[in-house]
């Protein structure tokens, strides 16, 4: 990361020096009520106190929720698929699905959640078919930041721009991979009660908004499953946000680099109806990163100080899903990019090398019996024993 920020970051300061100099309009304050998103818990963002129209009609039983309505539906226990944030190391993702898959031992998921670079991933890990994971596999490994985003030139930082880099490359990406037949096979799964799920960060609000892309997907409406994939994935400040119906939005990570759906619910939850079920997740990125002394230079603090920031959402985001799973009586399990992984320190490079290392190691995970960790890092965030008190549960 540390040679991208240093030529990142002198941009950044420009950006926000001039910011006042800039012409962008003034906006108002949307209000429109978003029919295909909801708050994490499952609330309805424009009146919290509120279950979203969405998932309210299908909480018939007291004490169920949308997994335990899915239970339901399916007679079974669910399988549960998160996928992280992490810009490039998505192709880790990418990797383990495919080898996943061929150690035999993938399971169809009933529920798949993405974030960031996760969401990119979600569409095609939520299908499932082997030419999907074609379609993983060319995303992540074949791709140069010439098919991500190109630089605004100097003069633009003048002018009231709102982002260092235009993502038009990623959303001609996005809309090669996701068509009107792609929305079709997501709707088809959607009949089978099967939900597809991707979080962002309205900034407007200062909310988490996941949306769900199954209900879109029957919806037909290809350029707003498009649009929510591109601001799921936009990175702020570096990529530009993206408005839907007057809400402006970036990347789900910003707020939550991971959204583990149908834990809301306004009692406590009746118990499984079929035992335990399985949120699988996916980290892409690594657990723990070695300690460096820091050079004391702008680039070096800005890089490392987000790096940091990014580290500390990813570890919140793994004990909330974990804490989430023992609610729920499921069982947590994890993986991440092992440590001696070469991935470099730019999550927004998208250099082929790394993102080949990345899934590499990803596939060969991916074909292990048991490559699974069953609880979240201790962090130090929380004291060791209220660790050890919900695994323990």
Not at 90 to 99: D, Q
Not at 188 to 204: F, K, Q, S, Y
Not at 279 to 295: F, S, V
Not at 354 to 369: P, Y
Request: charged share 20%; proline share 7%; glycine share 10%.
């Amino acid at each position: 990361m540390r040679n991208k920020w240093l030529r990142v970051f002198p941009a950044l300061l420009a950006v926000l020096l001039l910011a006042a100099c800039g012409s962008a309009p003034e906006r108002a304050l949307s209000i429109k009520s978003p029919p295909y998103a909801t708050l994490p818990n499952g609330s309805d963002p424009l009146n919290p106190s509120q279950p979203s129209p969405i998932y309210a009609t299908m909480k018939a039983v007291p004490g169920d929720n949308a997994v335990r309505y899915l239970e339901r539906k399916h007679g079974h226990a669910l399988n549960i698929l998160s996928l992280s944030g992490g810009g490039q190391n998505g192709a880790f993702g990418a990797g383990f699905l495919i080898g996943w898959r061929e150690s035999g031992r993938r399971p169809e998921f009933d529920i798949v959640g993405g974030v960031s670079t996760g969401a990119l991933l979600a569409t095609h890990a939520f299908l499932g078919t082997p030419a999907d994971d074609v379609v993983l596999e060319e995303m992540y490994t074949q791709v140069t930041s010439d098919d991500i985003y190109v630089e605004r030139p100097v003069f633009h930082l003048l002018s009231g721009t709102d982002s260092l880099r235009d993502t038009s490359p990623l959303y001609a990406m996005i809309g090669k991979y996701i068509t009107a037949e792609t929305l079709r096979r997501v709707a088809a799964a959607a009949d089978d009660n099967r939900w597809l799920v991707v979080g962002t960060t309205n900034i407007d609000y200062g909310q988490t908004w996941v949306w769900n892309m199954s209900l879109i997907a029957k919806a037909g409406n290809v350029e707003l499953y498009r649009k929510v994939l591109l601001a799921s994935a936009s990175f702020p400040v570096v990529f530009p946000p993206v408005e839907i119906d007057g809400h402006l939005f970036v990347d789900g990570a910003a707020r939550s680099n991971v959204v583990v759906p149908g834990m809301g619910g306004t009692q406590k939850l009746n118990p499984p109806l079929h035992g335990p079920g399985t949120l699988y997740l996916i980290d892409n990125g690594k657990i723990t990163q070695p300690p460096e002394a820091l050079r004391r230079a702008l680039g070096d603090v800005a890089a490392k100080t987000i790096s940091v920031m990014m580290e500390q959402s990813m570890q919140t985001a793994l004990i909330r899903s974990y804490f989430g799973t023992r609610i729920l009586g499921y069982a947590y399990k994890s993986v991440a990019i092992p440590d001696d992984v070469d991935i470099g320190n730019d999550v927004l490079a998208f250099d082929p090398t790394q993102m080949r290392a990345a899934f590499d190691a990803g596939r060969a995970l991916g074909m292990q019996a048991d490559p699974w960790i069953t609880a979240p890092p201790d962090s130090g965030d929380i004291p060791t024993w209220a660790l050890e008190s919900m695994t323990a549960r």
